[in-house]
């Protein structure tokens, strides 16, 4: 497993153990203090929360709520597929399509304890709940059913504003603009229950947001700064990116750098199957696929860039995928339908899938668990980890650094839970700071993988060299240095 990563993952776990301690259910803490750099909604902190109380402090529980919203995607979406689109072969496909695509199977979404998958969750819930609304309205069954659609359909969408901000409303234009194509934005105004939806949306997200500023003034402030319009315009504080004057940055993305591997191709191809198809709710369905996907790529294509935050549209292009291939599977087995031998149009099924799926799982896997971490700093968990291997006497040792601190800190508390004594020492200049490792003790246990770190530490004391693994060095002060004496 790969260890904690070093921003947001470790932030997140960092401001879920906190949580879990201080009682402050509302604001996110980082190392004492109310967080004004990570200022996300708190959905998944609870969630992980949950698993904390569960399975312990440890990185399963970090990642869970990830991994579980993935498999609830390839759910919702089987189930559609099956229920609705009355497409069994197209719900396969699109699990296939999902969970061989690099820009889902990731990590910052499916792969580590982000918000991404969570919220593509919530997303993909509030998209299937809005097709049954319009759903609704063309077969004129104005219902209790069409009452529950809707309120699912604000559950979805505030849990998702809860999760990621205003992320979680970033498909309303795609929504808007089926409405519109579909003529169903006046009968939609005239409802009652859209009222009741609207409501219960801004009633909860505006009443959390209330009780975070009355609780932290200043705290909607820091939110505008950081998540908020500023953000999708490229104007957010520490967070602009020079790559958006490319506004093809996701398109790129998805296509030729394989996020989507080579299955983007057959994305025209599906469109087509799909806007053309003879079934009526699969035609609907994919005229809003296209709605939602073109909406959000130009909304994010026009403010900051991350490679994660197209994550959401991946479940909408593998069922664009998945109506494709079921089409082209239909058409491959009905050939072979009357055949004499009943294996044979198996034996085709079979071909069809390996042909389509199995060089890219086979490449997203090697990926995945072939690869070693390559990041020094990351590394800092698989150093504990094999201390714990190797030397289970060790027990107590500090780090000392001059990094960001979350992932070291989730790891040091995630261990001396089980009754380790591991601490850090940090420094954000390690050449003005002249009090940095000034303070310790004789015996103790010192690790290190800076190297102008490693040099205070050797003009400071004098040390014996007790373990070296890759990049790190754990060392134990013997003495301090006469000089350092002298200068004191």
């Keep these: 497993m790969l260890p904690i990563q070093m921003w947001d993952e470790s932030r997140n776990a960092i401001a879920a153990m906190e949580m879990m301690n201080n009682g402050d259910w509302f604001v996110r803490h980082y190392i004492g203090v109310a967080d004004n750099w990570e200022t996300k909604p708190v959905l998944l902190m609870w969630v992980q929360i949950l698993f904390f109380k569960l399975l312990g402090i440890n990185v399963l529980a970090v990642r869970l709520p990830s991994a579980l919203a993935t498999l609830g995607i390839v759910y919702l979406m089987y189930s559609f597929f099956k229920n609705e689109l009355k497409n069994l072969e197209g719900g396969f496909f699109a699990g296939l399509a999902l969970i061989v695509s690099e820009g889902f199977i990731r990590q910052h979404v499916s792969r580590t304890g982000d918000h991404d998958a969570l919220l593509s969750f919530l997303l993909l819930w509030s998209l299937f709940e809005f097709y049954f609304i319009i759903k609704n309205f063309y077969t004129k069954s104005i219902d209790n059913d069409l009452n529950k659609h809707f309120i699912r359909f604000a559950i979805a969408t505030t849990a998702a504003v809860l999760t990621k901000s205003i992320v979680g409303f970033l498909w309303l234009p795609g929504f808007f603009l089926y409405a519109l194509l ?57 967070n602009t990116f020079t790559i958006l004057s490319d506004k093809w940055f996701y398109i790129k993305q998805i296509s030729y750098e394989s996020h989507f591997f080579a299955l983007w191709q057959l994305l025209p191809f599906s469109l087509l199957i799909g806007i053309d198809s003879n079934q ?9 696929l296209l709605c939602v996907i073109g909406s959000f790529l130009i909304i994010i294509s026009n403010g900051c860039a991350n490679g994660w935050y197209d994550a959401p549209i991946y479940p909408l292009l593998a069922m664009l995928v998945g109506i494709g291939l079921s089409f082209l599977y239909r058409q491959l087995i009905g050939r072979f339908s009357n055949h004499s031998s009943q294996l044979r149009p198996i034996l085709y099924g079979f071909c069809f899938i390996l042909f389509f799926f199995i060089l890219p799982y086979q490449q997203l896997f090697l ?12 590394k800092y968990g698989l150093l504990v980890r094999h201390l714990a291997d190797v030397r289970p006497d060790w027990r107590e040792y500090t780090l000392a ?31 003005k700071d002249s009090l940095f490792l000034n303070d310790m003790k004789l015996e103790q246990k010192i690790v290190v993988f800076q ?19 890759e990049e790190y ?14 200068a004191q």
Aim: proline share 1%.
């Design 182 to 238: 579909s003529k169903k934005v006046v009968l939609i105004l005239k409802n009652k229950s859209f009222y009741l939806a609207t409501s219960i949306i801004i009633s909860i997200v505006c009443g959390y947001y209330g009780i975070c500023e009355s609780l932290h003034p200043g705290h909607f402030q820091d939110v505008w700064r950081m998540e908020m319009l500023p953000r999708y315009t490229n104007t957010a504080q520490n």
């Design 280 to 288: 009526t709710d699969e035609k609907r369905f994919t005229r809003l």
């Design 367 to 378: 990926k995945i668990y072939w690869t070693s971490e390559k990041d020094v700093e990351q």
């Design 401 to 431: 650094h001059n990094s960001y601190v979350a992932h070291f800190l989730f790891t040091m508390r995630m261990y001396n839970q089980k009754g380790y004594k591991l601490s850090g020492e940090h420094t954000s200049d390690v050449v």
């Design 451 to 469: 190297k102008k770190v490693e040099n205070v530490l050797q003009s400071k004391y004098e040390t014996e060299l007790l373990y070296a693994w």
């Design 473 to 486: 060095t754990l060392y134990r002060i013997l003495r301090r240095k006469a000089q350092n004496d002298m």
